[in-house]
């Protein structure tokens, strides 16, 4: 069984900075892309970050120049460090990942339960 964990979400006021972390434990082969998606009140899901085991990063444009995306293959976790917070990234964070399952070479998507970012004053 695999499963992702999120944390480092919170109260943060706007121009604050916030890291959160992703972890992926269980039967892992290996993964592929793993990243954050949000989901702000009412509003659908949308992508944040993305990164391939190879280190090719792809942003959202509401969110380049202020939040970072990195990962740690050894440890099966992605990163995500947010600068110059604004209201408008108050939103659910959730983790996602494409993970092959160990011995049977079947990849399927993966995703956490989510963390709360709340920028307010």
């Known amino acids: 069984q695999v499963q992702l964990v999120e944390s480092g979400g919170g109260l943060v006021q706007p121009g604050g900075s916030l890291t959160l972390s992703c972890k992926a434990s269980g039967a892992i082969s290996s993964i592929n892309v793993m990243g954050w998606y949000r989901q702000a009140p009412g509003k659908e899901r949308e992508l944040v970050a993305t990164v391939t085991s190879d280190g090719s990063i792809n942003y959202a444009d509401s969110v380049k120049g202020r939040f970072t995306i990195s990962r740690d293959n050894a440890k099966y976790t992605v990163y995500l460090r947010m600068d110059s917070l604004k209201a408008e990234d108050t939103a659910v964070y959730y983790c996602?990942?494409?993970?092959?399952?160990?011995?049977?070479?079947?990849?399927?998507?993966?995703w956490g339960k989510g963390t709360l970012v709340t920028v307010s004053s």
């Open positions: 996602n990942a494409f993970i092959t399952v160990l011995n049977t070479g079947y990849r399927r998507e993966y």
